[in-house]
């Protein structure tokens, strides 16, 4: 049988529909593997975390067949609960898929402790300016000492106690400035050599 008789045979149509239904049912089986395969139409939506501890996290998380993973300690932000969830991505709300990943920043358990810097001598402004940038509070209670030199810095105080240079205490601690009153004749003391030393737990 020539090439041209065997195309316009019935057994070449039926071969050829049988290839083309072959090829429907493989398509087919494809479409819905995949759509199985990757949860095509599945969509889970992200819980707001905020404020979770991890114990409450992987609860709601588990029961949502989702997984989560920490990344990141934010800084202390005292409107969130020690070690509590303080952002996560994807956001609350978004729509994922089984088994997504979520993100997680966490709030850590305490204020940071920063070293307090070199104050003796500088101007109330400077001093205020550079313990503020560093992330102390400064009280509005003023304490002035007989001293030449009108508000310069003689002293720094927290919880009661004097601070020297190179101490440490939390941060967003608030401190009380030591200031001299401008008395002419007064005497210009180093209360650095008198202070106590600050013990922080």
Not at 91 to 116: M, Q, W
Request: glycine content about 6%; aromatic content about 10%; cysteine-free.
């Amino acid at each position: 049988m020539s090439f041209f008789k065997f195309i316009g045979s019935k057994v070449f149509f039926k071969q050829l529909l049988m290839a083309f239904v072959g090829l429907l049912v493989l398509i087919i089986f494809s479409v819905f593997w995949l759509n199985f395969s990757t949860n095509h139409n599945q969509k889970i939506e992200v819980p707001n975390l905020s404020k979770m501890s991890l114990e409450e996290v992987e609860q709601t998380l588990d029961d949502l067949d989702l997984n989560w993973e920490v990344i990141d300690s934010a800084s202390f932000n005292a409107d969130f609960p020690n070690k509590s969830v303080i952002e996560q991505s994807p956001e609350a709300g978004d729509f994922v898929k089984e088994n997504r990943k979520i993100y997680l920043t966490l709030n850590p358990s305490g204020y940071k402790d920063v070293e307090i810097p070199d104050f003796y001598g500088k101007t109330k402004r400077q001093a205020v300016s550079q313990l503020t940038a560093i992330g102390f509070r400064i009280s509005t209670q003023e304490i002035y000492v007989k001293d030449i030199a009108k508000d310069v810095v003689r002293g720094l105080i927290f919880n009661g106690k004097d601070l020297k240079n190179g101490d440490k205490i939390p941060q967003n601690s608030e401190i009380i400035l030591k200031l001299g009153d401008g008395n002419e004749g007064g005497m210009q003391m180093d209360s650095l050599q008198t202070s106590e030393e600050v013990n922080i737990e």
